[in-house]
């Protein structure tokens, strides 16, 4: 291990020959099992390695680096607590075939879960099984189908969708065999409630929706939506990944959602980007419980079970009960931070999207398209900088790698021309935020070349994204 692998044996005895010592390789195997060729992968001693790994790990950036404010994705800080917990052998260690009686812990927890998931979002009863957020649109859109077929209706085959609909929404109803219908916001950025009554017939299924929606803005007239939705005999979908803005202040259920998804892996501690493990449950009203997949987690006389016996269910989702670990974070963290504590995090959001908002559009340097109150988003428009420097939001997401930090969301939602998505939760502190908004008022001023050429101080420069997305490789082959 301590003996560099650069120098040979011929060398070292050359080196070494004062000594009259001869090295022999170590006789670890016996020698009628060594290898005679030389094999041919990189050779290199402990030092090397660690110093390879470190270093590539240093090149990596993620919320233990600094602020990742990617609008919609909500990139927040997971206490290492739940990390730790979800850690230990009595959780890693358990087996899904093992008999149930031996892992009444583990049920007890997905139980609890389901309840406090419940209580956050106004709903009746939830499913776990989901291991994303567009898993559980899916499931949801499954449910909506089941619940129309059973009602003898299954003539509604529409999903209706807001024009800032996150792009699973569409590829979810999609893939459920359903027809979209976009729904054009008004020039507030909300649902025009004309355009969606003149929309809704009895071919409507779904509306799917999000709340405060995908600019940030907070839908005031979601009850009169949600009546209207019911009137025409459709069901309310909410894609849950916004709740980061309104926990323990609102609950979609008591907005009349029928379905809910949350995305666990965004509002409640575990860390997501780069397709990790993740957990999109879905909540339903109770006229929808019976179509839920299985199994169900119930508990029967003290004792907690898995519950095969739904006669309506849609059948099963996922492997076995959804993403164990993701769970038992998101358990943890609602304990830990308890009622007040998510309301908290939720205000806390709002006010630094809004300072952030408010500071950078008093520099005059971006736009931002409907005027209305933000939540815990907001969604700048670069085109002023496009028309006069050519500097499009893409050159500024570039750009902000120099500075160090991490890009906003950009080109989403597409009704904003040059579109920067900013998200800075709860976790970043006022300094971190300023840091922030300087850099982009910084940039605003720069030379148009500079901020075109971007990134100049990173590993790697302007990468062809359109190329890696049309010709994926996929594999690397050592040679
Ligand atoms: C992230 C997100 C989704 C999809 O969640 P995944 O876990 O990435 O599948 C859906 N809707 C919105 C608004 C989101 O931000």
């Known amino acids: 291990m301590y003996r560099s692998a650069i120098y040979d044996e011929p060398l070292l005895n050359e080196l070494l020959g004062s000594t009259k010592e001869k090295i022999k390789p170590l006789d670890l195997l016996p020698r009628s099992l060594q290898r005679k060729e030389i094999i041919d992968i990189p050779n290199l001693d402990e030092t090397q390695l660690v110093r390879h790994f470190h270093r590539l790990s240093q090149m990596n950036y993620g919320i233990d680096s600094g602020i990742y404010p990617l609008g919609s994705c909500t990139m927040k800080y997971n206490p290492k607590i739940c990390e730790h917990i979800a850690g230990w052998d009595s959780f890693t260690?358990?087996?899904?075939?093992?008999?149930?009686?031996?892992?009444?812990?583990?049920?007890?927890?997905?139980?609890?879960?389901?309840?406090?998931?419940?209580?956050?979002?106004?709903?009746?009863?939830?499913?776990?099984?989901p291991a994303a957020g567009a898993q559980g649109e899916f499931l949801g859109m499954l449910l909506s189908r089941a619940y129309h077929e059973f009602n003898n209706d299954s003539e509604r085959n529409e999903v209706i969708l807001p024009d800032t609909a996150h792009g699973t929404n569409p590829a979810s109803a999609t893939m459920a065999g359903y027809k979209l219908i976009e729904l054009p916001s008004t020039k507030n950025g909300t649902v025009d409630l004309d355009m969606l009554e003149k929309t809704l017939s009895d071919k409507t299924a779904c509306f799917m929706l999000t709340n405060p929606n995908t600019l940030g803005i907070f839908e005031s007239e979601i009850i009169e939506i949600s009546k209207m939705v019911h009137k025409a005999g459709a069901l309310l979908y909410y894609d849950?990944?916004?709740?980061?803005?309104?926990?323990?202040?609102?609950?979609?259920?008591?907005?009349?959602?029928?379905?809910?998804?949350?995305?666990?892996?965004?509002?409640?501690?575990?860390?997501?980007?780069?397709?990790?493990?993740?957990?999109?449950?879905?909540?339903?009203?109770?006229?929808?419980?019976?179509?839920?997949?299985?199994?169900?987690?119930?508990?029967?006389?003290?004792?907690?079970?898995?519950?095969?016996?739904?006669?309506?269910?849609?059948?099963?989702?996922?492997?076995?009960?959804?993403?164990?670990?993701?769970?038992?974070?998101?358990?943890?963290y609602i304990l830990l931070m308890g009622r007040d504590g998510l309301k908290e995090a939720s205000e806390i959001a709002v006010l630094n999207s809004n300072?952030?908002?408010?500071?950078?559009?008093?520099?005059?340097?971006?736009?931002?398209?409907?005027?209305?109150?933000?939540?815990?988003?907001?969604?700048?428009?670069?085109?002023?900088?496009?028309?006069?420097?050519?500097?499009?939001?893409?050159?500024?997401?570039?750009?902000?790698?120099?500075?160090?930090?991490?890009?906003?969301?950009?080109?989403?939602?597409?009704?904003?021309?040059?579109?920067?998505?900013?998200?800075?939760?709860?976790?970043?502190?006022?300094?971190?935020?300023?840091?922030?908004?300087?850099?982009?008022?910084?940039?605003?001023?720069?030379?148009?070349?500079?901020?075109?050429?971007a990134p100049s101080n990173t590993p790697v420069k302007r990468v062809d994204e359109v190329g890696a997305t049309k010709n994926p490789i996929l594999t690397w082959k050592m040679i």
């Open 93 to 129: 260690g358990i087996h899904p075939y093992q008999d149930i009686s031996t892992t009444q812990g583990n049920l007890e927890i997905m139980f609890e879960l389901e309840r406090l998931l419940c209580e956050i979002t106004g709903m009746d009863y939830y499913s776990l099984q």
């Open 240 to 332: 849950g990944a916004n709740i980061n803005a309104i926990m323990g202040k609102t609950r979609p259920g008591d907005m009349g959602f029928d379905i809910v998804h949350l995305n666990l892996h965004k509002t409640f501690a575990t860390p997501h980007g780069g397709g990790g493990p993740g957990s999109g449950p879905i909540g339903v009203k109770i006229k929808l419980e019976k179509f839920l997949p299985i199994p169900r987690i119930a508990r029967k006389d003290g004792k907690y079970l898995f519950d095969y016996d739904v006669l309506q269910s849609i059948g099963k989702i996922k492997g076995f009960y959804g993403n164990f670990s993701v769970l038992l974070k998101a358990y943890i």
């Open 355 to 453: 300072y952030m908002k408010k500071k950078i559009l008093k520099s005059g340097k971006y736009e931002m398209p409907c005027k209305e109150l933000r939540k815990h988003e907001f969604v700048l428009s670069c085109e002023k900088l496009r028309q006069e420097k050519e500097i499009r939001a893409m050159d500024i997401a570039k750009r902000l790698l120099d500075h160090g930090l991490h890009p906003p969301t950009i080109y989403f939602p597409l009704i904003v021309k040059e579109a920067l998505m900013i998200e800075p939760t709860e976790t970043e502190s006022k300094e971190d935020l300023d840091k922030y908004i300087n850099a982009l008022i910084k940039i605003a001023d720069e030379d148009p070349g500079i901020v075109k050429n």
